[in-house]
C-alpha cells in the first residue's frame, strides 16, 4: 500500500471514530446552536428595534452574522476534542501507531465538519422562522454555504494546533472564546462597518469575518438596499476575499497542526 | 540469544529538568524488564523514548533491532504501548476501540474484526464488549487499553504502570493477563511503582532514580546485593522490642529496624541459621520474651528503599519536587 492511499484509509478510520463519538454526545450539536439561537433572538428583537441598517429588515441583516459566529465558536470544539484526548493519552497510543501523521487531524476535522453542516441546518431553519429569506437564486445561495461550511473547516484546522499545546481542554474553550467573540464583534456581523470608529472600522473591513459574512449577505441577497458601495477591496469582492483568507489559513494551519501532533505528548 | 531493547547513553531534559541522564538499558528478547524507581525518575520518559513518541537529546536506542529514531515508523509495526492513563475512547465500546486500533495497524476490515472478538474474549471483557467504555469500571479500562496495545502481536510491549490505581484483586487479574502474554513469547519493559508487581513479574529488574540506573539484576541478585537475609523476631511488648534492638546490634550486619505496631524487631543478618541460634540466645539471657521467630529473604521493598537512599547523598529538599513535575498531569 503506498503512503497516499494509506493515509487516506488512516484519515477515513478516524474520521468514522469522530462521527461515531459526535454521533453520541448530539448535546455537541445542541449546544453549539443553542447559544446563538438564543444570541439570534436577543439581538433580533432586543437590539434590532434600535439598529438602523438602511430600511431594510435588521434581523434579516443580522441572522448571516449570527450564523458566521456560529461557525467559528463551533470549531472551538475540534480544539477542544483534541486536547481531550491528549489528557487522556489517546494521543500518545496514536502517535505510537503505524498511521500517517496527519491521520488524527484528518479524521477529527472531518468529524467536526460533519457536525457543522448540521449545525449550519439548524442555524438556517431559525433564521428562516426569524424572518430571513434567500433572496437570490439556488447556485449563489449553494456558494453561501459553501463559504460557511470551508471557513468553519479551515477554523476547526487553528483550533486542532491550539489545542495541541493546550493545558488542559477547559481552560483552552475559555481562552478561544475570548479571541474569538471580538473577532466576530469588530466587524460587519450585527451592525454596518461603516458606523464604526476609525481604527476599530480597519480592524472590521479587514477582518476575514467581515469578507465571509460580506460574501453570504451578497450570495443570499440580503446585503440591504441603498446601502453605499465598500470602499475596502475584501468587502467589494467578498467571495473572492472568502475563499483567500480560508486558504491562507489552511496554508497556515494545517502544516503547522500536523508539526505540533508530532512532537505532542500528553503532560 | 539477541536483546530485542539497547539503550545507550540516553539523555533527555525537560528545561533545567534533567529526564534521562545518560540512561543504558538491554532487554533479552521473549524476557521481562521491570523499570523500577521512585516518582519522577525517568521511567516514562523511558517508555516515550523507546516507543518513538519523544525523541533523546543524545544518545541512541534500538527496540527489535530498529533504531528508534531513524527508523520510527518501521517500528511502530512491531511494538505496543499501554501508557500510565488508560488511553482508550471512552464514546466507543471496547469492540469498536479494538476493531479502530486494527485498523490503524492496517490489518484489514475482517482480520481486525477476528482479532477484536478474541482479544474480548481472551481479556473477559465479551459481556461488555458492545457497551461504551465510559461506564467501564477502572479495571476493565485497563484491560481494554492492555488489549488494544497488542492488537498487532507486538514483538516488544511497553507497559507504563498498568495497574496503578487498580485494586488488588483487578491487580491480581492484570497480572494473570500479563503473565500469560509473556508466555507467548513477547518482550516486555513494565514500568511499576509495586515492587511486588515487578517480583511476581519480571525476569530482570532495572532500578533507577534521577534518570539513571542505579541497580540491575534478577529480583534474586538484588535482594542478595542489599544483603543476606532478614531475621524477624517478634516480642512480647513494645519494651521488650527497645531491649531487644540494643542487645541484638551485635549480631546484626547492619541496621536494625523496629516496626512498633507489631512489636517486631527486623535484623539483617548474613548467615542466617547461626544468627538466628545466636539471637535466641541473647534474647533469652537478657530476659526478652519471645513470640517468634522467621528468617526470610529482603523484600523487595527493603531492597528498593536500600538502593534509592543511597543514590541520593544529601539530596536537596527541592529536586524530588520539581522532578515530581515531569509526572503530575
Given amino acids: 500500500m503506498n503512503a497516499f492511499s494509506q493515509a487516506v484509509e488512516d484519515g477515513l478510520t478516524l474520521t468514522k471514530r469522530n462521527v461515531l463519538k459526535n454521533l453520541r454526545n448530539p448535546d455537541i450539536v445542541v449546544f453549539a446552536s443553542a447559544a446563538p439561537i438564543a444570541f439570534a433572538l436577543l439581538f433580533g428583537f432586543v437590539f434590532g428595534s434600535a439598529i438602523d441598517v438602511g430600511g431594510s429588515n435588521y434581523r434579516e441583516f443580522m441572522v448571516i452574522g449570527i450564523l458566521t459566529q456560529t461557525m467559528l465558536l463551533t470549531a472551538t470544539n475540534t480544539g477542544v476534542g483534541i486536547a481531550h484526548d491528549m489528557k487522556l493519552g489517546l494521543i500518545d497510543r496514536f502517535r505510537s501507531l503505524p498511521i500517517s501523521q496527519s491521520a488524527v487531524l484528518i479524521g477529527r476535522t472531518n468529524g467536526d465538519a460533519v457536525n457543522n453542516v448540521l449545525v449550519i441546518v439548524l442555524m438556517s431553519l431559525t433564521g428562516l422562522l426569524m424572518g430571513w429569506r434567500i433572496r437570490s437564486n439556488a447556485l449563489d445561495a449553494a456558494l453561501a454555504f459553501l463559504v460557511l461550511f470551508l471557513f468553519a473547516y479551515a477554523a476547526s484546522w487553528i483550533t486542532a494546533a491550539i489545542g495541541l499545546t493546550a493545558k488542559s481542554p477547559e481552560v483552552l474553550g475559555n481562552a478561544m472564546l475570548m479571541v474569538l467573540l471580538p473577532l466576530t464583534f469588530i466587524s460587519n456581523s450585527f451592525v454596518p462597518s461603516e458606523g464604526l470608529p476609525s481604527v476599530l472600522r480597519v480592524v472590521a473591513d479587514w477582518n476575514p469575518v467581515s469578507a465571509v459574512v460580506e460574501a453570504c449577505r451578497q450570495l443570499f441577497g440580503n446585503i440591504p438596499a441603498g446601502r453605499p458601495d465598500p470602499d475596502v477591496w475584501p468587502l467589494q469582492n467578498p467571495v473572492l476575499a472568502s475563499f483567500l483568507w480560508i486558504a491562507l489559513i489552511l496554508a497556515i494551519f494545517v502544516p503547522l497542526a500536523i508539526h505540533r501532533y508530532k512532537k505532542a505528548v500528553s503532560q | ?329
Fill in chain 2, 1 to 329: 540469544m539477541t536483546n530485542a531493547i539497547v539503550a545507550e547513553g540516553l539523555k533527555r531534559n525537560f528545561g533545567t529538568n534533567t529526564a534521562l541522564d545518560g540512561l543504558d538499558l538491554t532487554v533479552r528478547e521473549g524476557t521481562v524488564l521491570g523499570l523500577l524507581g521512585p516518582n519522577g525518575s525517568g521511567k516514562t520518559t523511558t517508555v516515550r523514548v523507546l516507543s518513538t513518541l519523544l525523541r533523546p537529546d543524545s544518545g541512541r536506542a534500538t527496540v527489535a533491532g530498529l533504531d528508534v529514531q531513524t527508523d520510527a515508523v518501521k517500528l511502530r509495526r512491531k511494538i505496543g504501548l499501554s501508557g500510565q492513563y488508560a488511553a482508550v475512547d471512552e464514546d466507543l465500546t471496547a469492540r469498536e476501540n479494538l476493531r479502530m486500533v486494527g485498523r490503524l495497524y492496517h490489518l484489514g476490515a475482517s482480520v481486525s474484526n477476528k482479532r477484536a472478538d478474541e482479544l474480548l474474549e481472551r481479556f473477559d471483557l465479551t459481556e461488555s464488549a458492545d457497551r461504551q467504555v465510559k461506564g467501564y469500571s477502572g479495571g476493565m479500562r485497563r484491560r481494554v487499553d492492555l488489549a488494544c496495545s497488542v492488537v498487532s502481536k507486538p514483538e516488544v510491549l511497553f507497559l507504563d504502570e498498568p495497574t496503578t490505581g487498580l485494586d488488588v484483586r483487578s491487580r491480581m487479574a492484570m497480572w494473570e493477563v500479563i503473565a500469560e502474554l509473556v508466555r507467548g513469547g513477547t518482550t516486555l519493559l513494565l514500568t511499576t511503582q509495586y515492587l511486588e508487581e515487578a517480583d511476581q513479574l519480571a525476569d530482570r529488574i532495572t532500578v533507577m532514580d534521577h534518570g539513571r540506573v542505579i541497580a540491575e539484576g534478577t529480583p534474586d541478585e538484588l535482594k542478595d546485593r542489599v544483603g543476606g537475609e532478614r531475621l524477624e523476631i517478634t516480642v512480647g511488648s513494645r519494651s521488650d522490642a527497645t531491649h531487644a534492638r540494643t542487645v541484638l546490634r551485635e549480631i546484626a550486619q547492619g541496621e536494625i529496624t523496629v516496626d512498633e505496631e507489631n512489636d517486631r524487631v527486623i535484623v539483617p543478618v548474613t548467615d542466617g541459621p547461626a544468627a538466628l541460634v545466636n539471637s535466641i540466645r541473647v534474647l533469652d539471657r537478657s530476659n526478652v520474651r519471645l513470640v517468634g521467630t522467621t528468617l526470610r529473604r529482603p523484600s523487595m521493598d527493603e531492597v528498593f528503599l536500600a538502593l534509592t537512599d543511597n543514590s541520593r547523598p544529601a539530596d536537596a529538599a527541592g529536586v524530588p519536587d520539581a522532578r515530581a513535575k515531569e509526572r503530575i498531569k
